[in-house]
Nanobody, 119 residues
Framework: QVQLVESGGGLVQAGGSLRLSCAASGRTLSSYTIGWFRQAPGKERDFVAAIRWSSGKPYYADSVKGRFTISRDNAENTVFLQMNSLKTEDTAVYFC????????????WGQGTQVTVSS
């Protein structure tokens, strides 16, 4: 089992920044990929970004490339999502997920954190 706890959501104006955190516990993370999905009201949950724990290699959705940065802190077992140049369309509940393979197969999830970007 992997437990994931998100934090850092909130309300920000368009053009602003937020940093989300995902604290992971329960298993050795070296074999895992950890990342973020988001779900806006009435829409499906979409991939945002992920990072391979062992190598630190990041992956991004096209919609956030150049604006969002995913990183990890090995000592704290925490993944961060730095979100810059936020747009109103980034408004969603952001979920941290983890799995042993590609993000579409994530089988561990946090409870989600709300990000609201106002115009």
């Amino acid at each position: 089992q992997v437990q994931l706890v998100e934090s850092g959501g909130g309300l920000v104006q368009a053009g602003g920044s937020l940093r989300l955190s995902c604290a992971a516990s329960g298993r050795t993370l070296s074999s895992y990929t950890i990342g973020w999905f988001r779900q806006a009201p009435g829409k499906e949950r979409d991939f945002v970004a992920a990072i391979r724990w062992s190598s630190g290699k990041p992956y991004y959705a096209d919609s956030v490339k150049g604006r969002f940065t995913i990183s990890r802190d090995n000592a704290e077992n925490t993944v961060f999502l730095q979100m810059n140049s936020l747009k109103t369309e980034d408004t969603a509940v952001y979920f941290c997920g983890a799995g042993l393979n590609v993000p579409s197969t994530f089988n561990y999830w946090g409870q989600g954190t709300q990000v609201t970007v106002s115009s």
